[in-house]
């Protein structure tokens, strides 16, 4: 169920991308990423309604603070995102943004911060991330 929910998150951002960079062009990149960010709002507050409203107040307990800077990182995902595939087309973007999610998180595990269990290296998974930074040259020169 992992792996369908995850292809799901891929397809969905790829989509999303493409439709926030065609809002961009009408409007403004802050426009656009106003709008992403109130739209997912409302369906949020949509969706606490609809799910059980846990107390909203247990946002203030959350440790560490900045665990709390989804929201600040999601609007500049959303701003870097259309930048990219406005300049280099959504397959391109996507690519990188994949391979450069893969290397992050590798390195999150590694060093077992923001609370993630520390993982052991393994010369198999850095081969993979080499593998796809291959894919990024291959594709960008074919």
Not at 27 to 36: E, F, N
Not at 53 to 82: D, E, F, K, N, S
Not at 121 to 136: C, H, R
Request: charged share 10%.
């Amino acid at each position: 169920m992992g792996i369908l929910i995850a292809l799901l998150s891929g397809a969905l951002m790829s989509v999303q991308g493409v439709l926030n960079t065609g809002v961009t062009k009408q409007s403004s990149i802050w426009t656009a990423a106003g709008w992403v960010q109130l739209s997912a709002f409302l369906l949020c507050v949509v969706m606490w309604f609809l799910d059980g409203r846990q107390p909203i107040g247990a946002l203030w307990q959350v440790q560490p603070r900045y665990m709390l800077l989804g929201g600040v990182l999601g609007a500049l995902i959303t701003y870097t995102v259309i930048r990219s595939m406005d300049r280099l087309g959504p397959a391109q973007a996507a690519l990188i943004i994949v391979v450069s999610q893969i290397v992050v998180a590798y390195g999150i595990e590694l060093l077992g911060i923001f609370g993630v269990e520390k993982a052991d290296f393994q010369w198999k998974k850095v081969i993979g991330a080499l593998i796809a930074v291959a894919g990024i040259i291959i594709f960008k020169h074919s």
